[in-house]
C-alpha cells in the first residue's frame, strides 16, 4: 500500500463523516499533495464519489482511500495520523519523502 492510517486517524474520518452525514459505503476520501504552503507542496483531503481512471484505490479500516497517480508518488509510505494534543490538532502525515517541512507542518518539499 502506498500509505497506512493509524486507528486514530481511521476514527477521526468516522467521526467526521458522521458529523457531515457522509456516507462512508458511497463516498471515498481523497487524499492528494496540491502545490501551496510555505515550502511549496502540501497535503488535501477530502471527500470524493467518484474514482478517476488514473487513480489507485487502497481500503484502511473500512474506509476507502482515493490517490491520484502524483499524489501517489509523493506519498508513498506515508502515514496518516490524527492527534488533539499541545502540538496542534488535526491530520498529520509521517512522510519519509519529505526533505523539508515547514514549521507548523502544514507543507513540505521533496
Not at 8 to 28: G, H, S
Not at 68 to 86: A, C, I
Request: with cysteine; proline share 2%.
Amino acid at each position: 500500500m502506498t500509505i497506512t492510517m493509524t486507528d486514530r486517524a481511521a476514527a477521526q474520518i468516522r467521526a467526521v463523516a458522521a458529523e457531515e452525514n457522509v456516507d462512508l459505503e458511497d463516498t471515498m476520501l481523497r487524499v492528494a499533495v496540491v502545490p501551496g504552503g510555505c515550502s511549496g507542496l502540501t497535503y488535501d483531503l477530502g471527500w470524493d464519489t467518484t474514482v478517476r481512471e488514473e487513480d489507485s484505490v487502497e481500503q484502511h479500516e473500512g474506509i476507502t482511500v482515493l490517490l491520484d497517480k502524483k499524489s501517489r508518488l509523493y506519498l508513498d509510505g506515508s502515514e496518516l495520523d490524527f492527534t488533539d494534543g499541545l502540538d496542534g490538532d488535526g491530520f498529520h502525515f509521517a512522510n519519509p519523502q519529505a526533505t523539508r517541512e515547514c514549521a507548523c507542518g502544514e507543507s513540505f518539499a521533496l
